[in-house]
T-cell receptor, first 113, second 113 residues
Framework: DAGVIQSPRHEVTEMGQEVTLRCKPI?????LFWYRQTMMRGLELLIY????????DSGMPEDRFSAKMPNASFSTLKIQPSEPRDSAVYFC???????????FGEGSRLTVL | DQQVKQNSPSLSVQEGRISILNCDYT??????FLWYKKYPAEGPTFLIS?????DKNEDGRFTVFLNKSAKHLSLHIVPSQPGDSAVYFC????????????FGSGTQLTVLP
């Protein structure tokens, strides 16, 4: 079975550029999460969706961050404009209703110069 | 304000001995706890979980203990193996909330051969 698929695995960009991270959740999972991992803050939840609808985006740091889930098999996290402090590993995860276990993708490592 | 705390950033254990990883939480509304393991350049993977109605859950070499009165949980690995070397994250889910998990900052376990 395919797990959560994220792309790109690595992204290096310059400050001010737009960055789009992509995620394909596990088929049949109805929850999708975007997490960010940094040395300072660990794993922090940015936003999550249920049945493609954003439920809680209180973790999104600024208006520069936006996330969409146009269908059950695809989600994007966009940063525009990017800043050096956005450098982190961004994880997408999905889960089934009534289960607590999240299944994570391998992450997208973003470096903003 | 960290609701889930892992106060030991690192732990080294000899192969074959017991590894004990600790986690404290402050929110009494948490009702489900999980441990995730993370290897470098990979996403976290689910390891073991425990509901707040239990005080122990065992799966092979891994046992999680929950002390609700102390708001403390621990993960025991017996016997420890070099392949267990990874970062271990404790996570907790709130009662009545959806699938969002709050993660601790992680503990790097190194099992020495």
């Amino acid at each position: 079975d395919a797990g959560v698929i994220q792309s790109p695995r690595h992204e290096v960009t310059e400050m001010g550029q737009e960055v789009t991270l992509r995620c394909k959740p596990i088929s049949g999972h109805d929850y999708l999460f975007w997490y960010r991992q940094t040395m300072m803050r660990g794993l922090e939840l940015l936003i999550y969706f249920n049945n493609n609808v954003p439920i809680d985006d209180s973790g999104m740091p600024e208006d520069r961050f936006s996330a969409k889930m146009p269908n059950a098999s695809f989600s994007t996290l966009k940063i525009q404009p990017s800043e050096p402090r956005d450098s982190a590993v961004y994880f997408c995860a999905s889960s089934l209703l009534l289960r607590g276990e999240l299944f994570f993708g391998e992450g997208s490592r973003l470096t903003v110069l | 304000d960290q609701q889930v705390k892992q106060n030991s950033p690192s732990l080294s254990v000899q192969e074959g001995r017991i590894s004990i990883l600790n986690c404290d939480y402050t929110n009494s509304m948490f009702d489900y706890f999980l441990w995730y393991k993370k290897y470098p350049a990979e996403g976290p993977t689910f390891l073991i979980s425990i509901s707040s109605i239990k005080d122990k859950n065992e799966d092979g070499r891994f046992t999680v203990f929950l002390n609700k009165s102390a708001k403390h949980l621990s993960l025991h690995i017996v016997p420890s193996q070099p392949g267990d070397s990874a970062v271990y994250f404790c996570a907790a889910k709130g009662k009545g909330s959806a699938r969002q998990l709050t993660f601790g900052s992680g503990t790097q376990l190194t099992v020495l051969p």
